[in-house]
């Protein structure tokens, strides 16, 4: 494997990691949002 090729490899690793870190991101979000929903409106009347 020459320089190339382990750059364009670890690149692509890098890319990868992004998506996942973007995707967990946006889990982390709703969940936000749904828990500040919850704040706004309590279902149980309290």
Do not use: F
């Amino acid at each position: 494997m020459d320089y190339c090729q382990s750059r364009e490899v670890h690149t692509s690793t890098l890319v990868t990691q992004m998506e996942a870190l973007r995707r967990d991101v946006s889990t982390l979000q709703r969940q936000l949002i749904e828990h500040a929903q919850k704040d706004v409106a309590p279902e149980d009347g309290d």
